[in-house]
């Protein structure tokens, strides 16, 4: 089945020591979406690209960075993770000009920071 | 900005019973897409139903319908005959229709929902 998966599902990583998310997709979906989603909360957008177009929100802290190699992949580095950013992070997909406009989730990574 | 509003933090209901959860959102926009994503604990957040804003009959997905009143700007989730599993997360969520910008999910804060067996 095509699907969004993201690698690790949990990750431990110390405050200040770089990490970084894996996400790849099967859909071949031309956008693919970071989100930061805190306990019982909506998930934040931090970023998207549509295709090797880079879109950083506004209030995306500069310690998150992301890149897409191709169209399969996309990672998130968080350079100094804070205790603040323990977090599930979830990946997303759409394809813009395809006529569907839902976006497809990944079951996301749990970030703790030690 | 388009804003989402879930009033309803938590629901719950008993099994194989009928429960309606609100969103309602404010926006300036006359072509959007409107969206119910579940979350269940622990596991990948999911699309239930979507509704495109120029189509006026309400979009049914099994047991799940949506009540759209585009005039109030509400879109209410109806989920009948409540199972176990129907347990999670629900948000709302607000999408431009238009073809350039960001298309970003604009969501609600959520409604837990509790089936009762």
């Known amino acids: 089945d095509a699907m969004v998966i993201q690698n690790p599902r949990y990750q431990v990583t110390q405050f200040g020591k770089p990490v970084t998310l894996s996400c790849s997709q099967t859909?071949?979906?031309?956008?693919m979406y970071w989100y930061q989603q805190k306990s019982s909360q909506a998930p934040k957008l931090l970023f998207h690209y549509y295709d090797k177009d880079f879109n950083n929100e506004a209030d995306t802290p500069d310690n998150f960075q992301s890149r897409r190699p191709n169209t399969s992949f996309c990672f998130l580095d968080i350079r100094s993770p804070g205790l603040g950013d323990a977090a599930m992070y979830l990946c997303a997909t759409s394809n813009r000009g395809s006529g569907r406009y839902e976006q497809y989730f990944g079951p996301g990574t749990r970030l703790t920071v030690t | 900005a388009q804003t989402v509003t879930q009033s309803q933090p938590e629901m719950s209901v008993q099994e194989a019973e009928t429960v309606t959860l609100s969103c309602t959102y404010d926006t300036s926009e006359s072509d959007y897409y409107l969206f119910w994503y579940k979350q269940p604990p622990s596991r990948q957040m999911i699309l239930v139903i979507r509704?495109?804003?120029?189509?006026?009959q309400n979009a049914t997905e099994n047991r799940f319908s949506v009540n759209f009143q585009k005039a109030a700007k509400s879109f209410s989730l109806k989920i009948s005959d409540s199972q176990l599993g129907d347990a999670a997360m629900y948000f709302c969520?607000?999408?431009?229709?238009?073809?350039?910008?960001?298309?970003?999910?604009?969501f609600g804060q959520g409604t837990r929902l509790t089936i009762n067996p």
């Open positions: 509704q495109e804003a120029y189509k006026q």
């Open positions: 969520a607000y999408r431009s229709a238009g073809v350039q910008g960001a298309q970003k999910l604009v």
């Open positions: 859909l071949n979906h031309n956008v």
